[in-house]
């Protein structure tokens, strides 16, 4: 396991930054000499003590951990907690979309039927971008479905019909 304590010399506190502890972190910042970035983070999850038949290893971040072997890669162990992070990254963006979906009280059928119904397009400007679930947030009523652009400009205009009014007159007549 990797020793999580301060880099100075004869230093036994916990690192927080850089490889330091808070003390000598502050001290080398005022002098100007801290140490890379990355110091105190291995970005490899390198495995040691490797039991293959018991699925367990020293990880180099993690420390005692269980492994998965690799097949057709020769018995290359691999740490589960870094494969946990991989996932969860690769769904975040999912997990985030459909967090919003609940709260704004929409279901991924109601957006996918939605979506159907106006062809993939967004409600306003008519282009086919990535769309997002628009609602009237003092009522919660569902509208449609708008571009990011279109549902920013309207919480911009705050959801006013008359300031949105105003705003399409004085485009009209500055336009080119």
């Known amino acids: ?10 230093c036994t506190r916990r690192r927080v930054a850089r490889g330091l502890c808070q003390k000598h972190y502050v ?7 801290l140490p890379p970035r990355g110091v ?8 040691s003590d490797v039991d293959l038949a018991g699925r367990t290893a020293t990880c180099s971040i993690c420390g005692p951990t269980t492994i998965r072997v690799r097949v057709g890669r020769r ?31 929409w279901t991924v059928a109601e957006r996918d039927r939605q979506s159907e119904e106006q062809g993939g397009r ?12 628009d609602h009237d947030h003092q009522t919660g009523f569902k ?10 400009a309207l919480g911009f205009l705050r959801d006013d019909p008359d ?12 336009a080119a």
């Open 122 to 133: 967004c409600a306003i400007c008519g282009l086919e971008k990535p769309l997002v679930c």
């Open 143 to 152: 509208r449609q479905l708008l571009c990011h652009a279109c549902n920013v």
């Open 40 to 47: 105190d983070r291995p970005t490899h999850h390198l495995m």
């Open 27 to 33: 001290r080398r910042t005022k002098a100007g000499t």
């Open 163 to 174: 300031v949105a009014d105003a705003a399409a007159s004085y485009l009209r007549r500055h």
């Open 75 to 105: 018995g290359a162990a691999v740490c589960k907690r870094a494969e946990k992070r991989k996932v969860r990254s690769k769904n975040a963006v999912a997990t985030r979309n459909n967090g919003r979906l609940k709260r704004n009280g």
């Open 1 to 10: 396991m990797t020793d999580r304590t301060c880099l100075e010399a004869e």
